[in-house]
């Protein structure tokens, strides 16, 4: 076996594995759930068992690795393994401090975790953020109940966003050796790839646009894959893509239904009929499983309010974008507003906070996009300060290539993704906020592999220019990675404080009411009670929620080093959200 391909099928079997780890499990739980069972311990760990066997019957498979020595097996064995211990201790460790992290996505979580059964119940009206979590899709958090009933801990459940971002990586790398681009380059495009601003800017919390970006370079892969050859991998693959982005967001059914139905056709253009085959029937099938998982919301939906993806759309609709459009957004059309965030400083303005967006020329930056870059939902230019100029040169460099090499089949699919991904962009109303259309990432970075691709020892000063420049974009967003270890800290600075004291605390949890979790994890006593006004009232840290400072007790925590660190650069404590 050459090593060109020993390097592909290893890069494949471990994306597989990671893939199907997560899709295993919510297929165990939801089945669990529809047969009138509850979330358990059990289901992540067998779903991880589950894995490993199909993972060990393709290991000693003939076209596979029949022939490699043990150690090698054990080693295929070992890395994906590691990468699911890794992302559980890394995700365990950080809290979110997300707004819709600790208002309704770990509000799900625990609602799951406490037996709450979504397919036959729905949660009262009066119970905290009701109407998401009954009606939105809840793919992600259904997986994070399996795994914080298997750790005992709610926030190892971040660890999907990490496996699914790792399984990416892999999956890509083995995509982009099939079309054969060399293992360096193919590992290069893959890390810019994987680390889509929205997927590391929502590592460490339990939003879902982020996680969807990765299963979409899963989906996109693995119709690559049973494209190119007849494999019951690929097709497992295909599903476990499918039934994943799903469930995970009500806009991933336009991005499946137009990835999958663009590549049947482009199958039938060239009058591939095998993998068009394939496509249909793997596709239908995957779709089907995926609506049977998502009885709820998409069942229910329609049974109790005639819709689907209520409440979203239909005629009892709810605005969810209103209060979130940025200043001088409101009246504009959908292009204006795409090309007025795509091109001003990276920001999260709000008309409701003052802020309008601020345009800029590509490759400017400022303080704002600085301090904005790392943020979780930012709204304006939320590709970070670099990536408008990165798409106008992707733009410049895809006119080129036309030009010289639009008659060659090399050219023309990679062309076709491109085209596929701009209408995946254009037909969502909300395509300025980059969190909504986060496979417009992958538009310049396929851009690369083309320049790759057709012009392998030439234009190396242009394609250095352009590695750096991805790579420089995504470094911004690494202020959002170090913020959250500051907040970690003055977290459990702070609940180290309040169980010191010894006291019974007084809290008022209000749409952040998931952070009773840390109170009870920490066996703090508390009781609630209505603080609207209580000027002795304090914040809990980077959270909605408030509390009662106890009376003693709190001067005998030390800091962590963290914090003594942050106080000998005189960082206010009320930057982080709370001054105890």
């Not at 899963?218 to 599903?239: K, N, W």
């Not at 499946?256 to 249909?280: D, E």
């Not at 329609?302 to 979130?324: A, E, Q, S």
């Not at 500051?486 to 605390?505: F, P, R």
């Amino acid at each position: 076996m050459k090593k060109i391909d020993v390097s592909r099928k290893q890069n494949f079997l471990y994306g597989f594995f990671l893939a199907g780890v997560l899709g295993l499990t919510l297929a165990i739980t939801a089945f669990s759930l529809l047969l009138g069972f509850s979330v358990s311990y059990w289901q992540f760990p067998l779903a991880t068992l589950i894995g490993a066997g199909i993972h060990a019957r393709l290991l000693f498979r003939e076209r596979w690795f029949a022939h490699s020595p043990m150690t090698e097996k054990v080693y295929l064995y070992l890395v994906p393994l590691s990468a699911i211990a890794v992302s559980l201790i890394v995700a365990g460790y950080f809290y979110d401090v997300s707004p819709d992290g600790q208002e309704y996505h770990q509000e799900a979580i625990l609602q799951l975790h406490n037996g709450w059964n979504p397919y036959f119940t729905a949660l009262p009206q009066t119970a905290n953020q009701a109407i998401w979590i009954n009606h939105y899709a809840k793919g992600m958090e259904i997986i994070q109940s399996a795994i914080y009933h298997a750790t005992g801990n709610i926030e190892a459940g971040k660890a999907t966003n990490f496996i699914a971002l790792i399984a990416g990586y892999f999956l890509s790398v083995s995509a982009m050796l099939s079309f054969g681009l060399p293992l360096a380059k193919s590992r290069i495009i893959a890390v810019l790839l994987s680390l889509n601003p929205v997927t590391v800017n929502q590592l460490l919390t339990f939003y879902v646009d982020g996680v969807l970006a990765s299963f979409l370079v899963m989906l996109i892969c693995a119709i690559l894959f049973v494209i190119l050859e007849r494999q019951l991998p690929y097709q497992l693959l295909l599903v476990f893509a499918i039934i994943l982005a799903i469930n995970v967001k009500f806009t991933a059914i336009v991005f499946v239904a137009l990835f999958t139905g663009s590549a049947a056709i482009w199958s039938m253009w060239h009058r591939r009929v095998r993998p068009l085959k394939q496509l249909i029937a793997t596709g239908a099938a995957a779709v089907i499983l995926a609506f049977i998982i998502g009885f709820n919301p998409y069942v229910t939906n329609t049974i109790r309010h005639g819709n689907p993806l209520y409440p979203l759309l239909g005629p009892d609709k709810v605005d969810i974008m209103t209060h979130n459009l940025p200043g001088t957004f409101e009246g504009m059309s959908k292009i204006k507003r795409f090309a007025v965030s795509l091109f001003s400083h990276t920001d999260n303005a709000m008309a409701v906070t003052g802020g309008k967006p601020d345009l800029k020329i590509p490759f400017t930056v400022k303080k704002t996009d600085i301090n904005s870059a790392g943020k979780v939902d930012t709204r304006i230019a939320g590709f970070g300060p670099l990536f408008s100029g990165i798409l106008v040169l992707a733009l410049g460099l895809f006119i080129a290539l036309c030009i010289r090499f639009r008659a060659y089949p090399a050219f023309k699919h990679p062309a076709f993704l491109l085209l596929v991904l701009a209408v995946s962009v254009a037909v969502i109303p909300e395509a300025w906020w980059a969190r909504y259309v986060p496979q417009l990432w992958l538009v310049p970075l396929v851009m690369l592999f083309a320049l790759e691709h057709l012009l392998p020892h030439k234009r190396k000063v242009l394609k250095y220019a352009m590695y750096m420049l991805v790579l420089v974009n995504i470094s911004f967003t690494g202020t959002g990675i170090i913020w959250n270890i500051l907040i970690t800290s003055h977290i459990d600075y702070q609940l180290a404080q309040l169980k010191a004291s010894g006291e019974v605390i007084t809290v008022e949890f209000r749409k952040a009411q998931s952070n009773r979790i840390r109170f009870q994890d920490h066996k703090i006593p508390y009781v609630e009670q209505d603080l609207e006004g209580d000027e002795h009232a304090k914040a809990i840290v980077r959270s909605d929620s408030r509390f009662l400072p106890p009376k003693s007790g709190t001067d005998e925590v030390k800091p962590p080093l963290v914090i003594r660190l942050t106080e000998r650069f005189k960082m206010d404590n009320e930057w982080v959200g709370y001054k105890l």
